[in-house]
């Protein structure tokens, strides 16, 4: 089955990147014999950037700051749903260096799954692609190579 990752990385190279802070990510394509190739770089909108200042002045929550504890995009706080996750809803999971509860909560309901990792991007590329297709393949599953 094929499928997108998302990764927020500052450098294309590490996840180094929390969720909240993320300003753009990195979409890769898997395919469906589990080889994967970068698809696109996906900027946040302006509109999400200017939702974490307003959370900025009402709450001390801002991009990914210390009053945000990583959860970004609005920090849950609102009724609707985070820019950030709209931007990723085509992709089968998310990887970042660490997401906020409210955040994992919004991507469960998309069905989009999450990875907090502070990895390389091709580490974490090759451990997810093995685990999805060992899930749907109805294999076993182990991490040692």
């Not at 939702?51 to 609005?74: E, I, P, R």
């Not at 931007?87 to 260096?97: F, M, N, P």
Request: hydrophobic share 35%; charged share 20%.
């Amino acid at each position: 089955m094929a499928y997108k990752i998302a990764i927020a990385s500052s450098n294309g190279i590490n996840v180094d990147i929390h969720f909240g802070a993320a300003q753009s990510f990195f979409i890769y394509a898997v395919k469906d014999d589990g080889t994967f190739s970068e698809q696109e770089k996906r900027d946040v909108p302006e509109t999400a950037e200017s939702s974490n200042a307003a959370n900025s002045s009402n709450g001390g929550c801002g991009k990914g700051g210390a009053g945000c504890h990583g959860n970004g995009g609005g920090c849950g706080q609102g009724a609707g749903i985070s820019p950030k996750v709209e931007l990723i809803t085509d992709c089968r999971c998310v990887v970042a260096a660490k997401i906020g509860f409210n955040v994992i909560k919004q991507l469960e309901r998309k069905a989009i799954a999450s990875f907090d990792v502070e990895t390389t991007v091709q580490e974490a590329l090759e451990k997810i692609t093995k685990y999805f297709y060992s899930i749907d393949n109805h294999k076993s599953f182990s991490l040692k190579k």
